[in-house]
């Protein structure tokens, strides 16, 4: 206690009262410094996948990315620019056709390079995402949900024509395919 | 460029780390924030129960985090708060201690979506609010020379009944081990369930150090990646520490996920060695580290080389570059780098910059992201951290800038 400042006490709030107000100065400085941040938000995708996609994909079993699905079980892929369909030979007679994509964070399932393939499970007929372990059924419905947030309702899916004999396909991916053509749905 | 230069920095590291494996046996120090042991100028086993840093503070750690904020308890009129002596029960015989996080962001990555016409568009991923970390941790001091220590890490949804839930392959919900030192001057033995002592710890998983840009959002060591086994650590010395151990490398081969590549039932070696020189002027002590860590199991092997450099109280840089290979046989090597610059300002207010670059070659193909995160540790009161921060992502196929926002409760 000096000798020319008396000992006055104003309580425990003095200096919570004085610090507040740097605390509030603060605190309204990194609030004002949001809209700032948000203004400098971006996202872009490589111009090479920004082009516009074709109604339908073709594909047959010679094609590198589409081979595996020569054998009932397994998963292949076609592409048209950015858009990536995951093909799921899940049947002798049946071929599923998803967009890769999984919808919880937009991870790629296809079994693509510069991506953790899902794994297709023939006898549950389930496929299970290898980012997050979301489970989707045949119909592309969730059966598991990712075990970090948020939920998921399930994958997109299209109409996909698919002759096994000739191992010749096609994804339509911009609308139904034509009546009593599909392999699947 | 870049090659020769780290081919020359890898060959005097790679000296380093064989020479100091075979001179000495030891086990290892890690950060849960490097920043901290190099602006502080002390070891991370000086504030945290684990000897490699992270998880569960001592009574020192703990104190020195107590009366850390903007606003202290005490002026709050929250004195029992502020007044608290540690963080422990039966005179300090077992601490206790936790960390929480909540992460304000954009997960996943920009898309093309298509009309109906075909026409494409980018979309943004939507800013989520997600639990990052919910762990409790535990250290008992059994007696002098005998120091237990348990963490467990929830997952997402260990709260609906399912205990053990993690998100990453090889990531382990909880970590325990005894550490023995029968005196001071003794090597530290560890044995457990816990992280072999790679590289530096860092709190932050984003990082690309321990990812593969070919797998983008799929860490190669995942957070709270543990395998049992046993480490010795021995520093004879406080400016060198030295670190060997073996596992058995159970959740390493998961998250490798090729037998061919690392059996489930294969061994693994870690060896590292750090030296840690101090400076003391009369105005300024300027503290370091320099060292280097070899993780090696079946054909996978992990390279880690680190420099730092701190002002106390003042601010830091680092540096650390990690090199992975899958063996001859496969051609997919991985190489990151990292350099991050801590300015303290105050002792509750830190600015970061870190930039990054994750490089893999993968059966003849090149994978690169790059990273940018500037961005702030501010403590307004003690035990609660804001880490505000703008993240620059770019990849080959996309780039994303956002600002992201973490909450952190700790004791």
């Known amino acids: 206690m000096s000798e020319d400042k008396p000992d006055v006490h104003f309580g425990p709030c003095t200096h919570f009262i004085l610090s507040r107000r740097k605390f509030l100065g603060g605190t309204a400085t990194a609030l004002a410094s949001i ?18 996609v074709n109604p339908t994909i073709a594909f047959n079993t010679s094609m590198e990315t589409v081979a595996a699905i020569a054998d009932v079980g397994g998963v292949g892929y076609v592409e048209d620019g950015a858009l990536r369909v995951l093909l799921i030979r899940n049947a002798e007679d049946s071929l599923l056709a998803f967009n890769s994509k999984c919808p919880h964070q937009d991870l790629e399932m296809a079994p693509a390079p510069g991506a953790a393939a899902a794994t297709w499970d023939q006898n549950a007929q389930t496929l299970r995402c290898a980012y997050h372990q979301a489970l989707y059924g045949a119909d592309g419905g969730v059966i598991e949900q990712p075990n970090i947030p948020p939920d998921v309702t399930g994958l997109e899916r299209y109409d996909v024509e698919f002759d096994a004999m000739t191992g010749e396909g096609t994804v339509f991916v911009l609308g139904d395919a034509p009546e009593d053509n599909t392999s699947e749905g | 460029m870049m090659k020769p230069m780290m081919m020359l920095i890898r060959t005097l590291l790679l000296c380093a780390l064989l020479v100091g494996a075979t001179s000495a046996l030891s086990s290892s120090t890690a950060h849960a924030v490097p920043r901290m042991s190099l ?58 201690g936790a960390d929480v996080r909540l992460q304000v962001a954009k997960l996943g990555q920009p898309t093309v979506e298509f009309d109906d016409q075909g026409q494409p568009s980018v979309v943004a991923p939507d800013r989520r609010m997600i639990p990052m970390q919910v762990q409790p941790y535990i250290g008992v001091y059994a007696t002098d020379w005998l120091k237990l220590y348990g963490t467990f890490a929830a997952g997402p949804s260990t709260f609906a009944g399912n205990l053990c839930d993690p998100t990453y392959a090889g990531q382990s919900c909880f970590a325990a081990s005894a550490n023995i030192q029968p005196d001071y001057s003794a090597p530290i033995i560890k044995v457990g369930h816990f992280r072999p002592a790679i590289g530096i710890r860092h709190d932050d998983h984003t990082m690309l150090g321990l990812s593969d840009a070919s797998q983008p959002r799929r860490p190669t060591i995942a957070p709270n990646y543990a395998d049992t086994g046993a480490e010795m650590t021995y520093s004879p010395t406080f400016w060198f520490q030295t670190t060997i151990g073996g596992f058995w490398a159970r959740n390493l081969a998961e998250a490798i996920g090729d037998e061919a590549i690392l059996d489930p039932n294969s061994p693994s070696v870690i060896g590292r060695v750090m030296f840690q020189p101090r400076f003391e002027g009369d105005k300024l002590t300027v503290t370091s580290w320099l060292g280097s860590s070899l993780y090696w199991a079946g054909r996978y092997r992990l390279e880690n080389y680190f420099v730092g450099l701190g002002i106390l109280d003042r601010g830091s840089l680092m540096i650390e570059a990690t090199r992975s290979d899958r063996g ?84």
């Not at chain 2, 490699?52 to 107590?66: A, H, I, K, N, Q």
């Not at chain 2, 670059?357 to 403590?379: I, M, N, W």
Request: glycine share 10%; aromatic share 10%; net charge negative.
């Open chain 1, 35 to 52: 809209p700032l941040a948000s203004a400098c938000e971006f996202a872009n995708v490589d111009d090479s996948l920004l082009q516009p």
């Open chain 2, 328 to 411: 001859q046989e496969e051609d997919w090597n991985t190489l990151n780098i990292m350099t991050m610059l801590s300015v303290q300002l105050r002792e509750w207010l830190i600015l970061n910059g870190r930039v990054e670059r994750a490089t893999t070659d993968k059966a003849g193909d090149e994978f690169v992201t790059d990273a940018l995160v500037l961005g702030a540790e501010f403590f307004p009161v003690p035990y609660l951290e804001l880490r505000p921060e703008y993240r620059i992502l770019r990849t080959d196929d996309y780039s994303i800038g956002q600002y992201t926002i973490q909450v952190h409760l700790f004791f």
């Open chain 2, 39 to 96: 602006t502080a100028g002390t070891p991370c086993s000086a504030c945290h129960l684990n000897v490699t840093g992270g998880g569960g503070r001592t009574e020192l750690g703990w104190s020195s985090m107590s009366k850390s904020g903007a606003i202290t308890y005490d002026k709050m009129g929250l004195g029992a708060v502020h007044n608290m002596h540690h963080n422990g029960f039966g005179k300090g015989t077992v601490q206790i």
